[in-house]
């Protein structure tokens, strides 16, 4: 058996059903003879965002694959593996290596040296005789742990390598670890005993699909639930418990709650310090519970640590916590409590939810959006900048996995190749990307993949004309120079690759856009709706 046929057949026990990639790769054409279906982008960078989004909404289950050329193609991959590093997500990523005999020499492009800094594991194939072995290392790590990208590099001279036969191997286990007893029962008696808890929930609870166990301790304990944007969805946001997520831009009730707690209980999350996350106030007590026991302490101080799946802590915790509290707690008096700040909150951001003013304000678009679609059957993301800040604190997530969350490393364009891919594993949902005229320049010419692709998306752009965040910060390049003037017709050019694209400059003509752009992708075809939008700056952030 060659070594192509051996890979293809390893990913197609392993249940990879799409291959995403750009040539030259031979394992293309291996994967199309095992019947993986092969999904060739503009851009690698992309190609690697469309595996990263297949991983994230199936929770790991079905791992992302991207594979591409040795060289150049690696390197215009490294952008997209490093966001599945800073996401933690699990994506297995096949780059062509030189010929074994070139590999370290200089200045050729080695892609598991690399790579390595940010990713969870990078190994080259040297001898067919090992791929199985190989490949049982990649997938152990990519299906157990903290996720993160896995790279396996396959030199260029080893495709008419034999592998033996019969090919031993059978899909690596999947395995779960909980947090120490003594620890749980900790966490439970400061829990119970808390005055003013909030529970901070991140992506792991998605990758444990511990969705119910969250709900059940919020609803026993009547603790406020708020997410980070990777955790966005984790608990449903119409819930009188849900404070919001938040990133750079945030509902009023989330710092106001984090401020006014006592304990924070952070489930399935790393605390990681960023301009993209919420800030955690100092000086309170802090639960931590992580996959991962390097996060620990990295950057809260943690009184205790719970290392272990969110969703076996989360049973333990509850549990334990039973022992004591048979009965949901009244949660009315909190709910209020929220319910007010909501409320407050919501009627100063209203004009601008529902402004009839042209250019349109993006906050009515993304409001008409969220009031037209069937949000529990809509998987949505942004992309970096304002986008994303217009679109997360308003946008109330119902299901889990309806909202692809994320902002450490905060790459333009990032959002289209996520759609593509969930739409790729979730067939039946509406899937959107949000994003603006900067993002679309980095990878628009991927919408054409969309369409050759049959990869119906709805594609919602803001479009200002400008780089409006760096207005402020680029006065005297603007003024002398127009640096940040950008500009492009993108609905002529979505029309032009053969999608559906509409331009949309007036209120009350982006409802029947959006309700035509979904009957479009109903009928298999990739929409870009293109709305002309004002150079809006303000965002939600903490105290306003």
């Known amino acids: 058996m060659k070594l192509g ?21 031979h394992l293309i054409e291996h994967a199309a003879k095992a019947e993986i279906r ?6 690698e960078r992309v190609g690697v965002h469309m595996a990263d989004a297949i991983s994230r909404v199936t929770s790991g289950r079905s791992i992302g694959a991207f594979c591409m050329q040795h060289g150049p193609g690696a390197e215009n991959a490294m952008g997209g593996v490093a966001q599945c590093y800073g996401e933690s997500v699990p994506v297995l990523v096949l780059p062509m290596g030189y010929q074994r005999r070139l590999a370290h020499i200089e200045p050729n492009f080695n892609s598991s040296e690399a790579m390595k800094p940010f990713a969870k594991s990078s190994e080259p194939i040297i001898l067919a005789a090992e791929v199985t072995n190989i490949f049982r290392r990649a997938f152990t790590k990519l299906k157990n742990g903290r996720g993160g990208p896995v790279i396996v590099e396959i030199p260029a001279d080893m495709w008419n390598e034999e592998v033996p036969e019969p090919l031993n191997y059978t899909p690596v286990l999947r395995t779960r670890y909980g947090a120490d007893p003594v620890h749980v029962k900790e966490a439970a008696a400061l829990l119970v005993n808390a005055k003013r808890p909030v529970i901070y929930a991140g992506q792991g609870v998605h990758y444990a699909q511990a969705w119910p166990q969250l709900k059940r301790l919020a609803e026993r304990l009547a603790i406020p639930v708020t997410t980070s944007l990777g955790g966005k969805s984790s608990f449903p946001e119409t819930h009188p418990l849900s404070l919001g997520s938040g990133g750079l831009a945030v509902p009023r009730a989330v710092p106001k709650f ?16 960023t301009s993209f996350g919420i800030a955690m106030p100092k000086g309170k007590t802090i639960i931590h519970s992580t996959l991962d026991p390097n996060h ?13 799946d969110a969703g076996l802590v989360l049973d333990a915790l509850l549990e334990e916590i039973g022992k004591t509290v048979t009965a949901d707690r009244d949660a009315s008096a909190v709910a209020a409590e929220i319910a007010a700040s909501h409320k407050e909150w919501l009627a100063k951001w209203m004009p601008k939810l529902t402004s009839n003013d042209a250019p349109l304000s993006p906050y009515r ?8 679609v069937d949000v529990k059957n809509t998987i949505i993301t942004h992309d970096a900048g304002s986008p994303r800040d217009q679109l997360s604190p308003f946008w109330k997530a119902v299901e889990p996995l309806t909202y692809l969350g994320w902002g450490k490393t905060t790459q333009l364009g990032y959002g289209l190749g996520l759609a593509m891919g969930a739409k790729l594993a979730k067939p039946d949902k509406l899937c959107i990307n949000v994003w603006g005229d900067a993002a679309i320049g980095f990878t628009g010419m991927d919408f054409e993949t969309a369409v050759r692709e049959r990869i119906p998306i709805m594609s919602i752009l803001l ?3 400008s780089m409006a965040i760096e207005l402020k910060v ?27 694209g509409e331009r949309v400059t007036r209120p009350e003509d982006i409802i029947p856009a959006i309700k035509r752009g979904i009957q479009k992708t109903k009928e298999g075809v990739p929409v870009l709706l293109e709305f002309i939008t004002s150079k809006e700056t303000e965002v939600s952030r903490p105290g306003t």
Request: charged share 20%; proline share 3%; net charge negative.
């Open 5 to 25: 046929t051996a890979i293809a057949e390893i990913m197609k026990r392993e249940g990879i059903e799409i291959l995403c990639g750009y040539p030259v790769n």
């Open 38 to 43: 092969p999904v060739m982008v503009r851009q």
């Open 258 to 273: 984090l401020a006014e707690a006592d304990v924070i209980f952070g489930i399935g999350c790393s605390f990681t310090e």
């Open 296 to 308: 620990l302490n990295k950057d809260v101080e943690a009184r205790i640590g719970l290392v272990g």
């Open 365 to 372: 678009v993304l409001w008409d959006l969220q009031h037209t």
């Open 463 to 465: 479009n200002n004309f």
């Open 474 to 500: 680029m006065p005297i390049s603007t003024e002398k120079y127009r640096s940040t003037d950008i500009s492009g017709d993108y609905a002529a050019m979505a029309r032009a690759f053969g999608g559906h």
